[in-house]
């Protein structure tokens, strides 16, 4: 056996124990303070096995923790405890390998592998909760704002102009959205979900999404470098959002960007091309 990845794998489990730990301190709801403490049981039997093969103790990396309590603390625990696991993604063919040679090791792949992830998926995590508000925003957004910003933006012909009046749709659409959630969440009761959070993160996703589009307008004159700019703005969005969603429920990446992409710049090219089509045959130009 590699003494090295026997010092990684322990290194690994104090760490998601004093993660654990922390998190089951500072939570207040019952249910899921006892799934940390039980998964933070589970992480200090893994090390103390660890230790009795290294024969040596090893402190948390304090800096490691701090940065996924911060992600919890942003973007849910779902998230930030399905990102700390792919650490251990190369562990389970060396677990594997000590299975002759330590029984135990059985019994910890068992809960590494299956248990905890399991105990994760139980988690009230109030922000994903959400993602349904914040993806129904940000996606509305994205779609409603590449196309129209792309269509105007040859019928104006000057970056500002597109600027405002994408600012203006956009402000005016969020609320809109904002209210349509509401009622939605209301007429549609879940547990958890509060109507008035429930339209203010999708009111609130839409909105920021629309700053980002438009913000290239405001600060750059040429016309086709802002439209370029506005469309790599989009790129990025939906990279980071489906990176978010793809980690905290387990879906695929790939599919849901590819999916979101050809939505998105494809209702953004045939505005485009009706926009072309405005200003050379009817010569509309502010």
Do not use: C
């Amino acid at each position: 056996m590699e003494i090295q990845k026997a010092l990684t794998q322990q290194q690994n489990e104090i760490n998601d124990y004093a993660l654990y730990s922390a998190l089951a301190r500072r939570e207040k709801d019952p249910h899921n303070k006892s799934v940390y403490e039980k998964i933070a049981k589970e992480e200090k039997t893994h090390y103390d096995f660890w230790k009795s093969i290294t024969g040596k103790s090893i402190k948390a990396n304090h800096f490691l923790i701090t940065w996924y309590m911060f992600l919890a603390s942003v973007f849910g625990t779902s998230f930030a405890l399905k990102l700390a696991e792919k650490r251990e993604k190369g562990a389970e063919a060396f677990y594997r390998s000590l299975f002759d040679t330590y029984p135990q090791a059985k019994e910890i792949y068992a809960q590494e592998m299956n248990h905890e992830r399991e105990l994760i998926n139980m988690l009230h995590d109030k922000k994903l909760l959400y993602a349904g508000a914040i993806v129904l925003g940000m996606n509305d957004a994205l779609v409603e704002l590449t196309g129209t910003l792309s269509g105007i933006a040859l019928a104006f012909d000057k970056s500002m102009v597109v600027g405002v009046t994408g600012m203006i749709m956009g402000i005016a659409a969020s609320m809109s959205m904002a209210g349509s959630s509401y009622l939605e969440a209301k007429e549609n009761p879940t547990d958890g979900i509060s109507p008035g959070v429930y339209a203010a993160y999708t009111g609130i996703s839409y909105i920021l999404t629309t700053f980002f589009l438009v913000f290239p307008f405001f600060v750059i004159e040429n016309i086709d470098i802002a439209l370029i700019s506005m469309f790599i703005a989009a790129f990025i969005a939906i990279v980071l959002y489906n990176f978010y969603i793809s980690v905290a429920k387990d879906q695929s990446f790939y599919r849901r960007t590819t999916q979101m992409l050809a939505i998105t710049f494809g209702v953004a090219l045939i505005s485009y091309a009706i926009g072309y089509s405005v200003h050379h045959y009817l010569g509309i130009q502010i």
